[in-house]
Nanobody, 121 residues
Framework: QVQLVESGGGLVQPGGSLRLSCAAS????????MGWYRQAPGKQRELVAA???????NYADSVKGRFTISVDNAKNAVYLQMNSLKPEDTAVYYC???????????????WGQGTLVTVSS
């Protein structure tokens, strides 16, 4: 069993910053991709940022230059530093990891429980 524990969401004023954290625990054989998605009310879940094999990253156009994803392989953790936040960044943010897990070595796509980020004055 693999679990993701997220933290760091909250209420912030426009122009402010937040840092999201996500740590994976359990039987982890290898991780291919770690990333963050978000879902705003009435909208589909969308990719915010992802890191593949720890050295290739991609970002949604809407967050480029403002958000930074980083990975700590030793801790099986991924972080999202969000700067210059805008009201349109308001959403539930979900951590996501893809890799091989468990004693039998299955490839899985695992989601965190989500953390709410609200950008408002």
């Amino acid at each position: 069993q693999v679990q993701l524990v997220e933290s760091g969401g909250g209420l912030v004023q426009p122009g402010g910053s937040l840092r999201l954290s996500c740590a994976a625990s359990g039987t982890i054989i290898s991780i291919n991709t770690m990333g963050w998605y978000r879902q705003a009310p009435g909208k589909q879940r969308e990719l915010v940022a992802a890191s593949t094999s720890g050295d290739s990253t991609n970002y949604a156009d809407s967050v480029k230059g403002r958000f930074t994803i980083s990975v700590d392989n030793a801790k099986n953790a991924v972080y999202l530093q969000m700067n210059s936040l805008k009201p349109e960044d308001t959403a539930v943010y979900y951590c996501n990891i893809r890799g091989v897990f468990g004693t039998v070595g299955r490839y899985l796509n695992i989601w965190g429980q989500g953390t709410l980020v609200t950008v408002s004055s």
